[in-house]
């Protein structure tokens, strides 16, 4: 398992899916580098969640190779196994559980034995306290850590789903439309926590909204009809013909 | 195990004395007070509450799966009969030449069929702790396979409830049957003994009411020491956002497949401890009504509060009881019927579960009005 074939995180290449005769992938390469933020853009239908499945062993796909760290086969395994490889997704729709408190979520996505037998003799202790007032930190969540999941903002439910990523400490961080639903301030705040973030963790974003991958200010990546159309920085990408007249909608 | 007093709060130790209470008083009033005496309970009472106290484990076993880890279990009277039968076997062999034929193996159902000799599966139920580990074991066995491949497929929500019915019903039609060896119609029943002594001896029946009691504080500690442990985190995470759960890295189907087998368990032990209260035990029991009216009392009680589960079992049975005895007996499809719409239209926390909603409501009123009370603050504000 150690031969190596690739420098990169994830490498995707020649992956194709297709639903019912739709091809939501079509025969989609990409490769993200290791501590790389990229921001993945494109019209609605481009196949953008598809790959994020694709990656977290949602969807298995039809043809085509899924490397993580250049060694494991993504597509041989299920979602389990690949949050176990150190692979976190926060999905478009914010989904917290409800009805645990702020803090209990990210207890639940903290790096631990996550086996039955374990969690169901595990003592509770200070260390683990200490990790989540972190995160809870990062996330400015702190003050309504006591308060059920269910009762928060939009906005907080976001910021809590990124927490709970933070706590799973993954490798790669998939990161559907972050800034879904924000106000123009929460938006901002989101793209600081994203790079803070990207320090120490190699994100890919998925997102729909320009001003908030300009914020960014890393390399995109433009799919169209499941495959890449176009990659570079944000001037680039917004300059190219083949982009504009799929995207802009011109 | 876990810390006592994570397991305990006031609540919980409170409902536990009450049962302790219960498992010592009604016993004592039925057997030191002469019938005569105001204080008597008459024996056919502690028959009665005996068999709410099974039907309230069942609920348990029920709101451990469905209020905790969002299982809608529609079979759960499916291991509740196996229990059943596999204590009501032990009892048929305890008959032995006290039956109508005076066989001293076969049981009369079976020389009435004219079978030469005892089917391999009855081997061994004479011996009581065999039986009692059959009752555990068969709903155990048969959760855990329906539930591995339930759970490997994937199959959640209704579609589960569905195929929970089916396993229930497939089981009745096959116990229906005489060459299935289980007494077909009539099932099993002319009971004698139970370790020796009478079954529908005074003594031995508030015997059984103290052990019914016992298994049901057994199952309620169990059960809270589940859901207040990280474990039981993972179930309700489950049952909030599955998909989530398993992106998180938890391995659902495992978690699933745990409980679901417990629950079974318990609910097998629970009938063991009905049948010999009642006598009887036949294929009526897998009716997949029984199994529906079973969670009906649990969304009475309360979902996911495991005192509810209990508290609904008693109150909806004690309804059953009084309406189906008397002018208004024709009537108590519709009252279960009206209750469910009721209960899910008007109280769809359950009685426990509004209860509860009724206290925190209170409590944070409680703590608004300390905060907003017109107190001097005796610094400016920043």
Redesign the interface.
């Known amino acids: 398992m150690d031969i190596r074939t690739t420098s990169s995180l994830l490498y995707l290449d020649g992956v194709t899916v297709s639903f019912d005769g739709f091809r939501a992938l079509n025969r989609l390469s990409l490769a993200v580098e290791p501590g790389e933020m990229r921001a993945i853009i494109g019209p609605n239908g481009a196949g953008k969640t598809t790959m994020m499945d694709v990656v977290t062993g949602k969807t298995r796909p039809d043809d085509g190779d899924v490397l993580f760290d250049g060694s494991h086969d993504l597509t041989r395994l299920d979602e389990t196994e690949i949050a176990e490889l150190g692979i976190g997704r926060k999905f478009q729709k914010p989904t917290v559980f409800d009805s645990h408190t702020v803090e209990d979520n990210i207890l639940l996505a903290l790096k631990s034995d996550r086996r039955a037998r374990a969690t169901l003799f595990r003592r509770e202790n200070g260390e683990a306290r200490e990790r989540i007032d972190r995160i809870l930190d990062i996330v400015r969540l702190g003050p309504v850590r006591a308060r059920l999941a269910g009762g928060l903002s939009h906005g907080q439910k976001q910021w809590l789903e990124i927490g709970m990523l933070l706590a799973q400490d993954p490798k790669l961080l998939l990161v559907d439309e972050p800034a879904a639903g924000m106000t123009d301030a929460e938006t901002r705040q989101t793209a600081e926590l994203l790079k803070q973030i990207n320090r120490n963790h190699t994100i890919i974003v998925v997102e729909h909204d320009m001003a908030f991958v300009r914020d960014l200010g890393v390399k995109v990546t433009v799919l169209h009809e499941g495959a890449v159309i176009a990659e570079g920085s944000i001037d680039q990408v917004s300059n190219n013909e083949r982009v504009i007249e799929v995207y802009l909608g011109r | 195990?876990?810390?006592l007093t994570r397991t305990l709060d006031r609540g919980s130790t409170l409902f536990l004395c009450g049962l302790a209470v219960l498992a010592i008083v009604v016993p004592t009033l039925n057997l030191l007070f002469p019938p005569s005496s105001p204080l008597h309970v008459p024996t056919y009472l502690v028959s009665l509450f005996g068999k709410y106290v099974c039907y309230a484990l069942l609920a348990l076993a029920i709101d451990l799966i469905w209020g905790y880890c969002g299982i809608l279990s529609l079979g759960h009277g499916a291991f509740f009969a196996l229990g059943g039968y596999a204590m009501g076997m032990y009892l048929m062999r305890q008959i032995g030449t006290r039956g109508v034929y005076a066989h001293p193996v076969l049981p009369d159902f079976m020389v009435f069929l004219n079978w030469p000799e005892l089917p391999v599966y009855w081997y061994g139920f004479q011996h009581f702790p065999y039986a009692a580990l059959m009752v555990v074991l068969v709903p155990g066995a048969l959760a855990f396979v329906f539930g591995w491949f339930a759970f490997r497929s994937r199959v959640t929500g209704v579609y589960l409830s569905i195929i929970t019915q089916a396993l229930t019903y497939a089981l009745m039609l096959g116990f229906f049957r005489n060459n299935f060896g289980f007494g077909g119609n009539n099932g099993l029943t002319d009971f004698k003994d139970i370790l020796g002594f009478n079954v529908r001896a005074q003594g031995t029946r508030a015997v059984l009411f103290a052990v019914s009691v016992a298994a049901l504080m057994l199952g309620f500690l169990v059960c809270r020491a589940?859901v207040t442990?990280?474990?039981g985190?993972?179930l309700?995470?489950i049952?909030?956002?599955e998909?989530?759960?398993?992106?998180?890295?938890?391995?659902?189907e495992?978690?699933k497949l745990?409980v679901f087998t417990l629950s079974a368990c318990m609910a097998g032990i629970a009938g063991a401890l009905y049948v010999p209260q009642v006598g009887i035990i036949n294929p009526s029991e897998f009716s997949p009504a029984n199994s529906i009216e079973a969670a009906i009392w649990v969304a009475v009680g309360g979902r996911g509060t495991l005192t509810g589960a209990i508290i609904g079992a008693v109150v909806v049975n004690y309804a059953k009881t009084t309406f189906t005895t008397g002018a208004l007996a024709p009537y108590w499809l519709f009252v279960l019927g009206g209750l469910f719409i009721a209960v899910t239209l008007l109280l769809p926390r359950g009685i426990v579960g509004t209860f509860r909603h009724w206290l925190t409501e209170r409590r944070r009123d409680g703590v608004a009005k300390v905060v907003v009370s017109p107190v001097p603050d005796p610094r400016p504000a920043e």
Do not use: E, N, Q, W
Not at chain 2, 243 to 252: E, K, S
């Open positions: 195990m876990m810390p589940i442990s990280r474990f985190k993972v309700i995470a049952r909030d956002a998909a989530r759960t398993r992106f998180l890295g938890y391995r659902v495992s978690y745990f």
